[in-house]
């Protein structure tokens, strides 16, 4: 086996290893969703990396996760969640 079949076969491997834990925390994802009744208070900081991170995706890509945002307040970035005080 030479250097390319092989760093092919990890690199497959590596991309099935994510693609199952990306499926577990989906589906753990939704199952904790469904056992919440009410809103979920986010921290400043968990806005900021919420959006930070869910600008990476695409609209498409967030609707198919289950979020504790709406992909379209991800989308407008970390600032859209603060409020400011006068």
Known sequence: M???QLLAYITGTVDQELLVR???????????RNQLKRRVRLTDGERTALAEI????????????????KPDTILAGPFSFRLEVA
């Open 2 to 4: 030479d250097w390319k």
């Open 22 to 32: 990306n499926e577990y925390l989906v589906t753990e994802n939704r199952i904790l």
């Open 54 to 69: 869910g600008q990476k995706l695409s609209k498409q890509a967030l609707q198919k996760v289950p979020t504790i945002v």
